[in-house]
């Protein structure tokens, strides 16, 4: 099976801009989640997606928003760029059932460097 | 609030030394624990939870409801653990909402 793609790799942004990032699980997978790792804050938990829908949402502001389609790819997207928002932002997905056995996947990340 | 501590940035022991990773928690529920590692150039990925009860590539893990702690341990380490180690925490029973403690990076000598 293919692994989870994360698309861009790397983006550089000015503030002010907004970006849209993008996740493609691994073939079956429902269940997408998001996290911000930064040097400061460490990795931290954005948000889940579940069957298009927003199951569980982390501590972040509503700048960060996200959203899933039917095959079960997911896009974030931050407006508004701030400094702060430089980061390395993790997807991983997961069957999604809460099982014993429900393993997420992590993909490789997109650096986001906001000037 | 829930909360991982890994007390230690850094763990530097040599082939064949015991070891030990730190992680303490805070819960006032019954939280579900993980342990993920990072290899160099690699990606993150999960090594093992505490309700699996399995010991993964040597490590295990028991979780001390007491100590609320969830410490990683293998008793002989090798050149290729040398990773980034995260521990994890989600509240049990269904909402995910992970808190992953900041890492320990173990470097294993030759």
């Known amino acids: 099976k293919a692994g989870v793609t994360q698309t861009p790799r790397y983006l550089i942004k000015t503030r002010g801009q907004q970006v849209t990032l993008s996740c493609s699980p691994i073939?079956?997978?429902?269940?997408v989640s998001w996290y911000q790792q930064t040097p400061g804050q460490g990795l931290q938990f954005l948000f889940e997606y579940f069957s298009e829908t927003q199951r569980n949402k982390g501590n972040f502001p509503g700048r960060f928003s996200g959203r899933q389609f039917s095959n079960s790819r997911s896009e974030m997207n931050v407006s508004t760029l701030e400094l702060g928002d430089s980061a390395l932002y993790l997807c991983?997905?997961?069957?999604?059932?809460?099982?014993?056995?429900?393993?997420?996947?992590f993909g490789p990340g997109t650096r986001l460097t906001v000037l | 609030a829930q909360r991982v501590t890994q007390p230690e940035k850094l763990l530097s022991v040599f082939k064949g030394a015991p070891v030990e990773l730190k992680c303490n928690y805070s819960?006032?529920?019954?939280?579900?624990l993980f342990w993920y590692v990072q290899y160099s150039r690699q990606r993150l990925q999960l090594l093992l939870r505490?309700?699996s009860r399995e010991s993964i590539k040597g490590f295990t893990a028991d979780l001390n409801n007491g100590e609320t702690s969830f410490h990683l341990k293998k008793p002989f380490a090798q050149e290729e653990d040398s990773a980034m180690y995260y521990c994890a925490l989600t509240p049990s029973g269904g909402s995910y909402i992970p808190t992953f403690g900041r890492g320990t990076s173990l470097i294993v000598h030759p």
């Open positions: 819960y006032s529920g019954s939280p579900e």
């Open positions: 505490h309700i």
């Open positions: 991983a997905s997961s069957l999604g059932n809460g099982g014993p056995t429900d393993t997420q996947y």
């Open positions: 073939s079956g997978h429902r269940s």
